[in-house]
């Protein structure tokens, strides 16, 4: 099954819009509004954790979710 993940805003405030996190997802999960980012498209996230391992600034938290 395909791999499957949630991803969470654990800190939002923290969010300095820099979009980083929308470049390194390999799907289209993530989308920058005009003061933070937003989780657009959740169930298209597959819990690779590059946004939250590539965002300075601690503000997204994945659970990895396993269909099988
Ligand atoms: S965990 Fe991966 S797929 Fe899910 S939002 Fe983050 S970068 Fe995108
Ligand atoms: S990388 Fe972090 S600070 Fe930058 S837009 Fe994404 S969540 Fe916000």
Known sequence: MAKR?????????????????????PVEVLELG?????????DNCVGCENCELSCPDFVLKVVKENDE
Do not use: F, H, S
Not at 5 to 25: F, M, S, T, Y
């Open 5 to 25: 993940g949630k991803v969470n805003l654990a800190r939002p405030d923290w969010c300095k819009a820099c979009g980083i996190c929308v470049e390194v997802c």
């Open 34 to 42: 005009p003061e933070r980012i937003e989780i657009a498209y959740p």
